[in-house]
């Protein structure tokens, strides 16, 4: 996993899976930085994650409602097949904005 911050984005590429063994963790540094609502975006790259389950979709989804009161977004890009699958199938596609691997926005 890595993170990359500027002064209002923050970038988590994860690598390998995207599930509950790294979970913990990510939400507790990403909860950190989100704390005074200065970062208003978060991008998560998945163009190394082999694998996302519920537990990823959920803290993705738990950042997105924190970011959003106070104007922030969420962004997904470089998703495999199978994850814009899981992201789509939850109806998430949209709201985070899910761009493929290789692709430009769904839709």
Do not use: W
Request: aromatic letters at 6%; glycine letters at 8%; one cysteine or more.
């Amino acid at each position: 996993m890595k993170i990359e911050k500027t002064d209002r984005r923050i970038t988590v590429m994860t690598d390998g899976d995207f599930d509950l063994h790294i979970c913990p963790e990510l939400k507790a540094l990403l909860e950190e930085d989100l704390k005074d609502h200065r970062v208003t975006h978060v991008c998560f790259d998945l163009s190394k994650t082999s694998f996302i389950d519920s537990s990823g979709l959920g803290l993705i989804l738990y950042i997105y409602k924190q970011t959003a009161p106070y104007g922030g977004k969420v962004s997904v890009i470089n998703a495999s097949p199978p994850a814009a699958k899981l992201f789509e199938m939850a109806g998430l596609d949209e709201l985070l904005n899910l761009r493929r691997k290789g692709r430009e926005k769904l839709g």
